[in-house]
């Protein structure tokens, strides 16, 4: 089985296809799903065998900032907190 044969096994054509076109515009990918032995590890591995740049969802933490500022360049003479 070769690379993209194992991606189509495990994702489906239209998900490899998405991920195939990430990796070729040098995205980090972060694997994520439900506990268990699903092979987010092994896909992990994988990517990063291959090359790519590839985590598993439990090692990040994301900030989400919806709301608009009033500084877009900090003064941190102040404090802000």
Request: proline content about 4%; charged content about 25%.
């Amino acid at each position: 089985m070769n690379f993209d044969e194992y991606l189509v096994s495990l994702l489906g054509k239209e998900e490899a296809r998405k991920l195939k076109f990430a990796l070729e515009c040098g995205k980090t990918i972060i694997v994520t799903g439900e506990q268990g032995p699903t092979g987010k590890s092994v896909l992990e591995e994988v990517l990063n065998q291959k090359g790519y740049h590839a985590i598993e969802g439990f090692h990040t933490y994301t900030v989400e900032l919806n709301k608009p500022i009033e500084n877009m360049i900090p003064n941190f003479e102040k404090k802000i907190i």
